[in-house]
């Protein structure tokens, strides 16, 4: 068969190089990758490559394409094809396939950002021995790392005991937090992907943005601001993250950092800050804003990440003091926390450039949890009578703050 000449050719290829699965057989292919997932010791290692025609497994590959195994192209609602396997978008490799291959064989597939390479990974693999069990002492308290029950792959950091930072140890272009999610989605339409963008995440944890931003923007220059000095060398140590100069991790006061950068030498500034449940006060009033649209270039974006509960009446003080600095701003959230039901994530966005509101909102809600943008006018109406925050007496204001009186 056609699928048999060509494992010939592989073998050939490779000097005759094959993997047994029962009465299947595997041969290995240049510039690809798989994970076996049979008895034999020889098929839990990691190979350099894989000749498709024959695997009993899915193999997710780069690009737009993904290759899926007969007994999922069901599922995926593919088209029948004599081949044994079926190139499909991308997008078809869902949660729900990896899953399914979990359960069967044992392994989890993702697709990563190499060229021409598919990785899946092993439950139980050493990068995840290697990890810490239990709270470890840091400057501010404690750092603890808890394991999906439902992805080997998956971890979350847990600061003093909240949930802080979730990262996919197999894709570090995914985000699982919603407002994450939802800031991709802005930055997406303002400086389309996959081009580079420099950035400044005012609080890092362990740098779960910055990861994913890296992994999607190749170039991109990112500073990561986190006052734990330890933390941040632990998530260093821990975790993959991207190298000096694509990822600068900076110990020091975010307000401190913003204040020092350059004019115009960002194009996102994300502001991720906590202490406690709350962000710190000096980070959310008028003079910090005006010292983030400093930093700012032109068409440049402000994400920032408010938690709040009903009545919302620090999302709208919030609101009202980007509305002071800013020409362009806008409020995402899910209908039931806007609407002042219950407690939760709300990104506010600030900008001198005008967004494309009508691309933006429709991406919003084709996210896996929809959310409502409320933008320009209905920000206004948002905010209602609620006053922006200033610093308390005495403190300096930052550049180009216009000290004039708060409406």
Not at 215 to 224: C, D, L, Y
Not at 335 to 353: C, K
Request: glycine letters at 8%; proline letters at 9%; charged letters at 25%.
């Amino acid at each position: 068969t056609r699928a048999q000449r060509g494992q010939v050719r592989t073998q050939q290829a490779l000097g005759g190089v094959r993997l047994r699965r029962g009465r299947r057989q595997l041969s290995r292919g240049p510039g690809e990758e798989l994970l076996g997932c049979g008895r034999a010791p020889e098929a839990r290692k990691r190979l350099r490559g894989t000749h498709a025609s024959t695997a009993p497994w899915t193999i997710a590959r780069t690009g737009q394409d993904a290759l899926l195994c007969p007994n999922l192209a069901k599922r995926a609602h593919l088209p029948a094809d004599r081949s044994r396997t079926r190139h499909v978008p991308r997008h078809t490799l869902s949660r729900h396939h990896a899953h399914h291959l979990q359960a069967q064989y044992r392994t989890r597939v993702r697709t990563t950002s190499r060229p021409h390479a598919a990785v899946a990974s092993y439950r139980g693999t050493v990068r995840r021995r290697e990890l810490p069990a239990g709270p470890v002492p840091i400057d501010t308290g404690t750092v603890e790392l808890r394991w999906s029950p439902d992805d080997p792959d998956g971890v979350m950091v847990l600061v003093n005991g909240t949930e802080s930072s979730y990262l996919d140890l197999a894709d570090p272009g995914r985000l699982e937090f919603e407002y994450m999610q939802q800031m991709a989605a802005v930055l997406d339409h303002v400086v389309p992907p996959p081009a580079p963008v420099r950035a400044v995440h005012l609080g890092a944890a362990a740098c779960a943005l910055p990861r994913s931003m890296d992994a999607t923007r190749p170039g991109s220059r990112q500073i990561a601001v986190e006052i734990d000095a330890a933390l941040a060398e632990y998530a260093r140590a821990w975790f993959d993250l991207p190298r000096s100069p694509r990822l600068r991790i900076r110990t020091a006061d975010a307000r401190a950092v913003i204040e020092q950068v350059r004019p115009a030498s960002s194009d996102v500034v994300v502001r991720d800050a906590f202490a406690g449940h709350d962000v710190p006060g000096h980070l959310r009033t008028v003079e910090f804003t005006a010292a983030v649209s400093r930093a700012l270039a032109p068409g440049g974006v402000y994400l920032a990440n408010c938690a709040d509960s009903p009545p919302l009446l620090v999302t709208r003080r919030e609101a009202a003091t980007l509305a002071r600095v800013f020409a362009h701003t806008a409020v995402i959230t899910e209908p039931a926390i806007l609407r002042g039901r219950r407690y939760g994530n709300v990104v506010l966005v600030g900008s001198h450039a005008p967004l494309p509101l009508a691309r933006l909102a429709r991406a919003l809600l084709s996210l896996p949890l929809p959310v409502t943008l409320v933008a320009d006018d209905d920000v206004e109406r948002f905010r209602g009578s609620a006053r922006p925050f200033r610093d308390a007496p005495g403190v300096p204001p930052a550049p180009g703050d216009d000290e004039g009186p708060v409406p």
